[in-house]
């Protein structure tokens, strides 16, 4: 985090400023796609994408580590204990782990529903029992906690121009587009960490099950019916992209070429898994470093039309709210749940 970015935001307190820097590096070293998109984000935004993102990032990767001497008894544990500290945290607006202090800052500066964390949290937990879903519905409704909401805590940082309600399913479903799309490109390593996001009705509906996954990740040989079903997900997953974007017309035009340049970026993925003939059973696709830069490069040229409009004056947009602080994390009633393809 530069001392620039955090003076814009008008980040003061010494402890706070590194628990946001601490998160600013999580984002840098795991989400470099995501990372290079907030950086053509208004200064004063930046910490609180990156407390947003780094708290994800932290929780994920207690859920995820591969190393064997982690057990799961321990992760399990580790999870328990990070969740107690963020309720207290969101709860008391302090903690002793620096990315549940950036964070529940951020929730309260952006008055970010606390239910969304509770719902994270859920989703977290059952990554450390639930190894693959039967449908779609039932990875969709734990794509709710792992990525909708996710998507729904950006939306009172980026800025709307429409009601945020209005604005809210297309938020949720942007992040499934992206979670659908990591699932694709990291089908071999999530099933090194034992799991299959691909529902197994979409992958029976081309003769494909978790052996012959298995069989094809350990002898590093392609299928055709597994190239079908996984062509089969990128499809279902440009029409959640196509759910998503009409939303970006409704942020602040200032926030648009960061979440544009996600997007464009992102959908560059899926066009590098398809370009690779399918093969993320055996190894990752990656966008090349070129095709990365010039997408940059718009967003700078974006960014910079989008201040030079705002400086001549532009539209009423809600970014942070005059509602009360939001219910406490442990708050009983559920969330309406955003809808995505």
Known sequence: MTGRELDAAGITDPALRQAYTRCRRLNARHGRT???????????????????YGFARWADDI????????????????????????????????????TVRAV??????????????????????????????????????????SAAVIGLQ???????VVPREEAAPHAAALGVAFQLTNFLRDVGEDMDRGRVYLPADLLGAHGVDRELLRWSRDR???????????????????????????????????????VRTAVVLYAGILDAVAD????????????????????????????????????????RVTTRTERPVPPPLTAPSAPARQEVV
């Open 276 to 315: 690779a003939g399918y093969s993320t059973v055996q190894r990752r696709a990656v966008v090349r470093r070129g095709r990365r830069a010039v997408v940059a490069a718009d967003g700078l040229v974006r960014v910079a039309a989008a201040r030079l409009a705002e400086r001549r004056g532009g539209r």
């Open 34 to 52: 995501y990372f290079l998109a907030t950086r053509l984000l208004t200064a004063e935004r930046r910490p609180a994408v990156h407390a947003l």
């Open 104 to 145: 529940a800052d951020t929730a309260r500066r952006y008055a970010i529903d606390h239910r969304h964390f509770t719902d994270f949290m859920a989703s977290m937990r059952s990554d450390l029992e639930v190894t693959d879903y039967a449908t779609y519905a039932d990875l969709r409704a734990y794509m709710h906690g």
């Open 154 to 160: 950006m939306l009172p940082v980026l800025g709307t």
């Open 220 to 258: 590093g040989r392609p299928d055709r019916r597994i190239v079908a079903a996984l062509r089969a997900f990128e499809d279902l997953t440009r029409r959640v992209y196509r759910r998503a974007t009409p939303g970006i017309a409704m942020l602040d035009p200032v926030s648009r070429p960061c």
């Open 63 to 98: 859920v995820d580590s591969l190393d064997p001497a982690v057990s799961a008894r321990a992760r399990s544990a580790a999870l328990a204990r990070l969740q107690e500290d963020l309720e207290a945290g969101l709860r008391e607006g302090r903690s002793g782990e620096p």
